[in-house]
């Protein structure tokens, strides 16, 4: 069974900065269609970034200029780079492939606040 494992999660002050990074023990990873989402206090979860096998990469509006997604294939991890970070990024973060077709894995916590 596939299995992910988010990390680098923590307390970080508006306008910081932080990495987010996530494991997938998965065979043939480079050939996934990759995704960070996010899931806010009270709110529904929701796709922040994706990133194509070729590296192509998507943004969610809300992070676009600020969040950076990346992948290691020889490493089968996925990053998401995140800057100018604001309270409304408070949430926890989650990979998956696009669509969300693995299990979740148990999310990295991020809280923006001073």
């Known amino acids: 069974q596939v299995q992910v494992v988010e990390s680098g999660g923590g307390l970080v002050q508006p306008g910081g900065s932080l990495r987010v990074s996530c494991v997938a023990s998965?065979?043939?990873?480079?050939?996934?269609?990759m995704a960070w989402y996010r899931q806010g206090p009270g709110k529904q979860r929701e796709l922040v970034a994706d990133i194509a096998p070729g590296g192509n990469a998507n943004y969610a509006d809300s992070v676009k200029g600020r969040f950076t997604i990346s992948r290691d294939n020889s490493r089968n991890t996925v990053y998401l780079q995140m800057s100018s970070l604001k309270p409304d990024d408070t949430a926890v973060y989650y990979c998956?492939?696009?669509?969300?077709?693995?299990?979740w894995g148990q999310g990295t916590q991020v809280i923006v606040s001073s």
């Open positions: 998956n492939v696009k669509g969300a077709p693995w299990p």
């Open positions: 998965v065979n043939n990873f480079r050939h996934y269609w």
